[in-house]
């Protein structure tokens, strides 16, 4: 707790939906690191590609194949853990699904498939994992929430409710558990370089238009990677944050600060006239 960079050999780190996108990105930094990761998918063939590649850079990764929605695949995974290593440092539940559709278009799969994952998942693994951190008086449970946490949008019911209950169960966690020596934190990113955001593109009928769009909302006018959102989360299960826990940090280059777009705001004749009148 000296303040300097913390020894990562011996930390044992797992990573849910680990298979690609922001969770591939974090088990990259936690190896890079020095950590053993354990790489947690319900995709058997990405788990296992990422695992190797893991394992071929930094030396380290164990693949799991999970689903996250299921208590008998939480408890195996946290099992299986154990069985290698001996101890769960952290964990990062960061296994989540998404979709787009209007409300009056959904049905109760629809909802069940979102909060499934995206809810129930984080505290499924968070249930099983704090069982042997409890015992050690020790861990780190970081969630990944999302900008929806505070601000939202249309056709989205059920992911914006699954990421702020995520939010919330962060904070009654981070209560609970700090007597154990355990610390609960979020970390909600905006926009990523992940399939999600090719796919916003990909959507669009003039994709350049509406990558624009997503980037004049954005302050620092870019997306970001994966392994950025990998760095917040190295920094809450590292000694340097060692007095940090309910907190939900936003990874979103400004996305959720501002009240309107920003070159936009510039443009217009305001002379003196406030926002809000």
């Given at each position: 707790?000296?303040?300097?960079?913390?020894?990562?050999?011996?930390?044992?780190?797992?990573?849910?939906?680990?298979?690609?996108?922001?969770?591939?990105?974090?088990?990259?930094?936690?190896?890079?690191?020095?950590?053993?990761?354990?790489?947690?998918?319900?995709?058997?063939?990405?788990?296992?590609?990422?695992?190797?590649?893991?394992?071929?850079?930094?030396?380290?990764?164990?693949?799991?194949?999970?689903?996250?929605?299921?208590?008998?695949?939480?408890r195996r995974l946290m099992d299986e853990t154990l069985a290698t290593y001996g101890q769960i440092d952290t964990l990062v539940n960061n296994a989540g699904v998404n979709f787009v559709k209007p409300t009056l278009?959904?049905?109760?799969?629809?909802?069940?498939?979102?909060?499934?994952?995206?809810?129930?998942?984080?505290?499924?693994?968070?249930?099983?994992?704090?069982?042997?951190?409890?015992?050690?008086?020790?861990?780190?449970?970081?969630?990944?929430?999302?900008?929806?946490?505070?601000?939202?949008?249309?056709?989205?019911?059920?992911?914006?409710?699954?990421?702020?209950?995520?939010?919330?169960?962060?904070?009654?966690?981070?209560?609970?558990?700090?007597?154990?020596?355990?610390?609960?934190?979020?970390?909600?990113?905006?926009?990523?370089?992940?399939?999600?955001?090719?796919?916003?593109?990909?959507?669009?009928?003039?994709?350049?238009?509406?990558?624009?769009?997503?980037?004049?909302?954005?302050?620092?006018?870019?997306?970001?990677?994966?392994?950025?959102?990998?760095?917040?989360?190295?920094?809450?299960?590292?000694?340097?944050?060692?007095?940090?826990?309910?907190?939900?940090?936003?990874?979103?280059?400004?996305?959720?600060?501002?009240?309107?777009?920003?070159?936009?705001?510039?443009?217009?004749?305001?002379?003196?006239?406030?926002?809000?009148?």
């Open positions: 707790m000296n303040g300097l960079p913390m020894n990562w050999k011996g930390h044992v780190a797992i990573v849910t939906g680990a298979a690609s996108g922001i969770g591939a990105g974090i088990a990259d930094c936690f190896a890079e690191a020095g950590a053993e990761v354990v790489v947690a998918d319900v995709n058997e063939g990405l788990g296992a590609q990422v695992t190797a590649e893991l394992q071929q850079r930094h030396g380290v990764g164990l693949f799991v194949k999970t689903d996250v929605s299921s208590a008998a695949d939480c278009e959904m049905d109760e799969a629809d909802w069940d498939r979102v909060v499934d994952v995206d809810l129930k998942g984080s505290f499924l693994c968070s249930r099983y994992a704090l069982e042997a951190m409890v015992r050690r008086r020790s861990g780190n449970i970081i969630n990944i929430a999302s900008v929806h946490t505070v601000a939202t949008l249309p056709a989205a019911a059920p992911y914006a409710a699954s990421k702020g209950g995520v939010d919330m169960m962060t904070r009654s966690m981070a209560i609970e558990f700090a007597p154990h020596g355990i610390r609960v934190n979020a970390v909600s990113p905006g926009l990523t370089d992940t399939q999600i955001w090719n796919d916003i593109q990909d959507a669009a009928e003039d994709a350049d238009m509406a990558r624009q769009h997503w980037l004049d909302n954005i302050p620092l006018a870019r997306v970001q990677t994966p392994r950025e959102v990998g760095k917040v989360v190295l920094f809450l299960a590292g000694d340097q944050s060692s007095y940090i826990t309910g907190a939900n940090i936003f990874s979103d280059g400004g996305m959720t600060i501002q009240l309107t777009n920003r070159e936009r705001f510039a443009s217009r004749s305001l002379e003196g006239v406030a926002p809000h009148d």
